[in-house]
């Protein structure tokens, strides 16, 4: 049989005062309210040797902190949001908060029924991947200065605490390596998306396309169709412009696709195709031959998340808004070693 929990009625009972002075002892108030040393020495004896834990319900209650955070993002499955989830849970251990995961699939709908879960629940902070149509929601949360960083996407003309990695950058470096290495026809494989982590991955690409004077070729799939569908599109394509040499993939997922494609086509790489995966996979370094990746700063990206949102917490209300840009990695593999 289960051992009954220890409440502060029972503190009370056996030390021989009231619940308040229990109470007061417990939450660090006792010398304020001129309890004697024998009268904390005591409960604070007995409370060692029963073990005696407070409820975390009725501690928030009382102080209207939760010790929790809540984590909402695009596909908690994904490679780059488990391993991101996994650094913040780690760092978030530390500091005495447990986390709250929830993905909402790209569905505004599902986004702001998660937000709301998060507020009616009082929980401290929000870590948010941002869907489309949820601009009002974040400003919501502005007004109410509720402690929350956005990561991966942010949204233009709202002042908000966010974590990005220098997307434009990092795609605008990857489109030039294929074009220092011979590369004369690059296509780009992204999704069809108005968010701007992905308009800022495509300007980066054609930036580089325009400079080397080349002619760009740009592939946008739908995010929700089944990936046997993306996969046939990457092909057709693939087919009608027969004069493609590389492929820039704007997500690892498309990449895993795109080399599907690749090999259904009984096509080679990096004879046939040069492939570029944005976001690295465990499967690219393992992959024959292995392919060259844009590596997102996950240690990073968690610790600046963490950072960021425990300051907010902490801080009382008084909010400094920070867009922090995080520089991701280029890792070169043998997929972009162009052959003749």
Do not use: W
């Not at 908060?97 to 401290?124: E, G, R, T, V, W």
């Not at 300007?203 to 089944?226: E, M, R």
């Not at 895993?256 to 465990?282: C, M, N, W």
């Not at 990746?293 to 950072?307: G, L, Y």
Request: hydrophobic letters at 40%.
């Amino acid at each position: 049989m289960a051992k009954r929990k220890i409440t502060i009625k029972d503190i009370s009972e056996h030390c021989g005062v009231s619940k308040t002075t229990v109470s007061f002892i417990l939450n660090d108030r006792a010398k304020e309210n001129r309890i004697s040393e024998a009268v904390i020495t005591k409960v604070l004896k007995y409370i060692e040797e029963t073990g005696y834990k407070p409820s975390q319900l009725a501690t928030s209650f009382r102080t209207g902190v939760t010790k929790t955070i809540g984590l909402m993002v695009e596909n908690i499955s994904d490679t780059f949001f488990s391993l991101v989830a996994a650094g913040i849970e780690k760092l978030a251990y530390k500091a005495g908060y447990k986390i709250i995961y929830s993905s909402h699939f790209n569905n505004p709908a599902k986004a702001k029924d998660i937000l709301q879960m998060y507020i009616d629940q009082h929980i401290d902070g929000f870590i948010i991947t941002p869907t489309e149509k949820l601009e009002e929601d974040i400003k919501n949360l502005v007004d109410e200065k509720v402690p929350f960083v956005l990561f991966d996407r942010y949204y233009e003309g709202i002042n908000t605490n966010c974590v990005v990695i220098n997307n434009f950058d990092a795609t605008n470096e990857a489109t030039n390596h294929f074009i220092t290495n011979g590369y004369d026809n690059i296509a780009f494989v992204t999704i069809n998306s108005i968010q701007n982590q992905m308009k800022e991955r495509l300007n980066g690409y054609h930036k580089a396309i325009s400079d080397a004077g080349k002619n760009a070729c740009v592939l946008k799939i739908d995010f929700n169709k089944p990936s046997e569908d993306n996969i046939d599109k990457i092909k057709k394509f693939l087919i009608s412009n027969d004069h493609i040499d590389g492929i820039l993939f704007a997500t690892n997922y498309l990449a895993l696709r795109g080399l599907a494609a690749i090999s259904q086509l009984h096509k080679t790489i990096p004879s046939d195709y040069g492939v570029i995966a944005f976001d690295d996979h465990e499967i690219f370094e393992l992959n024959l031959p292995s392919i060259t990746a844009v590596k997102q700063p996950i240690q990073e990206m968690s610790k600046q998340i963490m950072n960021n949102l425990i300051n907010q917490i902490e801080s009382n209300n008084n909010l400094v808004y920070s867009h922090t840009v995080v520089p991701a990695t280029l890792i070169v593999r043998n997929s972009t070693v162009k052959t003749t």
